[in-house]
């Protein structure tokens, strides 16, 4: 009887998966920087946070990031 009438479940075995272990990934070149350029940029807010973001961030996330920073 599977319990399906009498309101009993039979908990389900663990299920594994296979799993292959591969070297380490091939990391892609980094981007080459500017010369002369920093490609951080760092932003101490008044209530003492203190931001550090690359150079290419995005200015629409970082305003929305700061708008919450400084509610």
């Known amino acids: 009887m599977s319990g399906a ?3 009993i479940r039979v908990p389900a075995l663990p299920v594994f998966a296979e799993v292959e272990v591969a070297g380490p990934a091939i990391a892609a070149a980094p981007a080459p920087s500017l010369p002369g350029a920093c490609s ?3 932003i101490d807010l008044p209530s ?9 961030v995005d200015a ?3 305003a929305r990031v700061l708008g919450v920073l400084g509610q």
Do not use: E, M
């Open 48 to 56: 003492g946070v203190r931001l550090t973001v690359d150079a290419t």
């Open 60 to 62: 629409n996330a970082l």
């Open 5 to 7: 009438l009498t309101g």
């Open 40 to 42: 951080q940029i760092g």
